[in-house]
């Protein structure tokens, strides 16, 4: 008799400290607490939707940090939906840095640029370390370029520590083409040329930089001397085609440098054929007329 009383008694408390809602939280939390640090991801989730339906009966908020465990662990589980929720409203108490990195990288990996871009653009300013203002520097560049924003990616290549990687350069060569920085855009070039090579995109812009510039000298020297064909005009257009001919020979020297390493692109054998023609170079001209001939 006195054994099932105790029975009862004991049966009693655990329905009381089940009834607890001071105990209920502390094993929503200790739960969730337990499963994060012991890498248990799914259950942070599962144990966090429980907290949240409590505090939500309670009408009451969840604390922030059980917030960020379920948001990290939403991330680690690559569930992007859930995490992009739990993460900006981590934002939207607490302006974590943590937590901007990792909404930046949730957008990343589900392809939202726009939002990413914006997330970024709101808090560059409050980006302290040199590494990850140059990693986030660049990538706002790469989508303003995408974007043909570029007098917004060049403004942003100003505030950015210097770059090096040569594929973000040449965008930098591109943007200052395309607002008609042609000038600076040569220099940037140049500069990323010797630093780099054989750095095809480059080594291409510059040999076609120097043959437009050379075949529109070219045309305009012998419209002025066909105008009035004399001997003084002669003497004159001879001493320029001396310097076209050597802008032709430079942008040549590239092109046949390309074309060996890449023998099938149409482009390079195009721009070979006009060259040689220009230099006067008919057996090279009829070369590469020949291998035009035998791609079609």
């Known amino acids: 008799m006195k054994i099932k009383k105790l029975t009862t008694s004991f049966l009693l408390l655990a329905l009381l400290a089940g009834c607890n809602p001071l105990k209920q939280l502390q094993t929503h939390q200790a739960s969730i607490k337990n499963a994060f640090e012991a890498g248990n991801y799914s259950e942070v989730l599962v144990n966090y939707e429980k907290l949240k339906d409590y505090h939500s009966s309670k009408g009451s908020e969840v604390k922030t940090e059980y917030l960020k465990m379920a948001a990290e662990s939403a991330v680690k589980l690559e569930r992007y939906p859930m995490a992009e929720e739990l993460l900006q409203e981590w934002l939207d108490r607490d302006e974590d840095f943590e937590a901007v990195k990792m909404l930046a990288s949730v957008y990343d990996q589900t392809g939202k640029t726009d939002k990413e ?65 042609k000038e600076e855009a040569r220099s940037v070039c140049n500069a990323l040329l010797e630093k780099n090579s054989d750095f095809k995109p480059a080594l291409e812009w510059k040999a076609k930089d120097l043959y437009e510039r050379a075949e529109n000298w070219y045309k305009a020297e012998m419209s002025e001397y066909n105008k009035d064909p004399n001997y003084t005009a002669y003497v004159y257009l001879k001493r320029e085609l001396k310097k076209i001919s050597a802008m032709y020979r430079q942008s040549r020297d590239i092109f046949e440098k390309l074309h060996q390493e890449d023998p099938d692109n149409q482009l390079y054998i195009k721009y070979l054929k006009n060259i040689y023609l220009r230099l006067e170079m008919n057996e090279e001209a009829a070369k590469m007329d020949m291998l035009l001939e035998n791609q079609r």
């Open 117 to 181: 871009y914006q997330l970024w653009n709101r808090y560059w300013d409050k980006i302290e370390s040199p590494e990850l203002k140059k990693e986030v520097g660049q990538k706002l560049f790469a989508i303003e370029m995408d974007q043909k924003e570029y007098e917004k990616a060049l403004e942003r290549a100003r505030q950015m520590p210097p770059m090096n990687d040569p594929r973000i350069v040449f965008l930098r060569v591109k943007a200052l083409e395309a607002t008609g920085k």
